[in-house]
């Protein structure tokens, strides 16, 4: 049996392999992908470049073509209306007249079913 290496052994075995050529215009598409995200700075950068990225792919996701300021004010605008509308539109059971009986916690009355005595 030949001893051989790792190094040798894969060596022979990928000469071994057919090679398919690639078709011009997929590596001519991968390359410009790759010019693209490079000169969009994806691959370098900090931690802020990082972040920055993070914010405006998920920008893009929301609101496609727009600066990231547009969907942020739109998502804290619903946010803001949404806590208003939360404090300042009544609930249905509180404009009606409520008797004590009725406004107790659900903390102060006893449970119907008590698990803890099973234990």
Same mark, same amino acid.
């Given at each position: 049996m030949n001893e051989m290496d790792d190094k040798e052994f894969a060596d022979q075995l990928l000469k071994s392999l057919a090679t398919t050529p690639v078709p011009a215009g997929l590596e001519s598409r991968i390359l410009a992908d790759f010019d693209r995200l490079a000169a969009e700075g994806r691959?370098?950068?900090?931690p802020a470049a990082r972040?920055?990225?993070? *914010?405006?792919r998920w920008a893009d996701r929301l609101w496609p073509g727009a600066p990231v300021w547009q969907p942020a004010s739109v998502l804290a605008l619903s946010l803001a209306v949404g806590l208003m509308a939360g404090a300042f539109v009544p609930s249905?059971?509180?404009?009606?007249?409520?008797?004590?009986s009725?406004?107790?916690?659900? *903390?102060d009355t006893s449970s119907v079913m008590d698990y803890y005595k099973d234990l």
């Open positions: 691959f370098s950068g900090g972040l920055k990225h993070f *914010a405006q249905l059971s509180s404009s009606r007249s409520t008797t004590t009725e406004s107790t916690l659900l *903390a």
